[in-house]
């Protein structure tokens, strides 16, 4: 499936480096997501776009920054990240974030380990 | 903030039994329940949803049901077969912020 693509697959990095996640969605949505899935946990949002502007920040720490360049693109900064933030993180993107249709299209997303 | 809650975290079954999975949600104005499926390694994707204007929804194998009085919804699957083994999720969503239950990993044996 190429609907929603993620890079890099996966990602080794210390805890001083900085480094960044790229999604890309060509469905024409105007919604993206970013989500964290940790073991045994429930699938964690993170922050939320709609028409490239952020409408929610789930209490995400700030070592963690979004960036939404336009409704096809969304990246996630990472810098001086903790073991604990070692993942798989999911973008997703929906039609529109108001819209009764919610259904929401997940990359692959990307196996994020930090040492 | 809405909470979702999700039994069993696993399920074994043989194949062409049935599988039952439950979610409880907490929060009364939320109107729209999907379940996705998550295989081994792969991304999750919607299998079936629900709306609250509706009390069940049925397609081919798999169906779902909602309880908006007792806030609980669950997924049905009939005549299981191998390739239905993944991790199942169901979410609660009040304007388009989807809540997820924990997952159920369901396991289906030949």
């Keep these: 499936e190429t609907g929603v693509t993620q890079t890099p697959r996966h990602l080794v990095m210390g805890m001083t480096n900085k480094k960044s996640l790229k999604c890309e969605q060509h469905l024409g949505h105007n919604a993206m997501y970013w989500y964290k899935q940790s073991a045994k946990k429930p699938l964690e949002l993170m922050f939320v776009y709609n028409f490239k502007e952020q409408t929610e920040n789930n209490s995400v720490p700030s070592r963690f920054s979004p960036e939404c360049p336009n409704s096809s693109h969304l990246f996630l900064h990472l810098h001086t990240l903790q073991p604990e933030d070692s993942a798989l993180y999911l973008c997703a993107s929906s039609q529109d974030r108001t819209a009764r249709d919610v259904e929401q299209y997940f990359g692959p997303g990307t196996r994020l380990t930090v040492t | ?110």
């Excluded at chain 2, 806030?71 to 009040?94: G, N, W």
Aim: charged letters at 20%.
């Design chain 2, 1 to 110: 903030g809405e909470n979702v809650e999700q039994h069993p975290s696993t399920l074994s079954v043989q194949e062409g039994d049935s599988a039952v999975i439950k979610c409880t949600y907490s929060d009364s104005a939320s109107n729209y329940f999907p379940w996705y499926k998550q295989e081994l390694g792969k991304r999750p994707q919607l299998i079936i949803d629900i709306r609250s204007n509706v009390g069940e929804k049925k397609d081919q194998r798999i169906a779902v049901t909602l309880n908006k009085t007792a806030k609980h919804f669950s997924l049905h699957i009939t005549e299981t077969q191998p390739e239905d083994s993944a991790v199942y999720f169901c979410a609660a969503s009040r304007y388009s912020t989807l809540t997820f239950g924990k997952g159920t990993m369901l396991l289906v044996s030949p």
